[in-house]
C-alpha cells in the first residue's frame, strides 16, 4: 500500500513560505484508495494551508484525533463549518471529551477540546470511539492505544490532569491513539504528541504487529526532556536501526534535540508545515 503524508499545520514553517506554522500538528494522509485527517491543529490554519496546497478540505470525510489537546482538535470546529458535518466521520478513543488541563508557571490552564460531545452530535458527524486497542479503521490503517508504561523515565507526568469520572485527576491520556499503516517497505507510524512515551509506544507497536518500523512520523513530546531522556531516547532509535525518524511539533528545536539529530545520521529528517513524505 502507497502512503503519503502531507504536514498541513506543524509549529515550524518549511521552505513554502506561502503557508503559515502555529503551535499544533495536523496531517493530511493518503493511505491507499483511502484519504484522512489525522489531527486539525490548533486553529482553521490547516484549512488554510491545505487550500493553498491544492488540496480541497470540504471534500475530506475522516478525521481522526490523535488525544484531546486542543493543539490537535483546536481546528475541529472550523473543519465542521467547512464541511457541513453531514455523512462526516470522527474516530477518537474514551475519555476524549473530558476537560483536560496543565499547570503551568502562571496557574492552571485550560487545555482541551474547545467544543463538547454533544455539540458534535448535532452536527450530524457520525462519532467513533473506538474502545479496542487496536483497530482496523481503514483497510491497512490501524488506530492503536493500550500502552503500557514500562520505560522508566516514561512516566505519568504529573502536570497535567483531567477531568473524569466526576473527580479531576492526573492525565495518563488513556485516550490517545496513534496510527500504524502497513507498506512493502514496512509499518509506518504516525505519532499525536506521545503523552505516554515515544518507545513506550514503539513496543506496543512491535508487540502487536511483529513486523518492522520503516518510519515514524509525528510529535514526541521531548520538549520538556533533559539531555539523559534523549540519550536514552537516541539510543532505543539506534538500537531498532529504523530508517526513517521524522519527528516534529512536540520534540523539541534543532538545537535541544542536537545530539540526537546528530547520531541519527541520514534516519533523521525534520517535518516542518508543509513538508510531503511518501512510502510504498
Known sequence: MKVSITTLVEDSLGENRQLNA?????????????????DTGSTNLFLKNAETLGLHPETFKSVIISHG???HSGGYTAFLECTGGQE????????????????????MAF???????????QAGVVIHEIEE??????????SVTGFERNTPLETVNPRFVVDRNGERQVDTFSDEQIL????TQG??????????????????????FKEPIHAVIGGTHRVEADAKRIQVTTDYLLKEKIPHVMICHCSGTPDHLKELISQLGDAYR???TGSVVSFQ
Do not use: Q, W
Not at 22 to 32: K, P, Q, R
Not at 88 to 107: E, Q, S, W
Open 180 to 183: 500504524v499503516m502497513k507498506t
Open 111 to 121: 487545555l482541551g477540546n474547545p467544543f463538547s460531545k454533544g455539540e458534535i452530535e
Open 270 to 272: 525534520p517535518i516542518h
Open 88 to 107: 462526516t466521520h470522527l474516530f477518537v478513543r474514551p475519555g476524549f471529551f473530558d476537560g483536560k488541563y496543565g499547570f503551568k508557571a502562571g496557574g
Open 187 to 208: 509499518l509506518v507510524v504516525v505519532l499525536g504528541c506521545s503523552h505516554p512515551g515515544m518507545i513506550n509506544i514503539l513496543e506496543k507497536v512491535k508487540t502487536v
Open 133 to 142: 486497542e487496536v483497530s482496523e479503521i481503514r483497510p491497512g490503517v490501524y
Open 69 to 71: 489537546h486542543y493543539d
Open 22 to 38: 502555529e503551535h499544533g500538528l495536523s496531517f493530511y494522509i493518503e493511505a491507499g484508495e483511502e484519504s484522512f485527517l489525522f
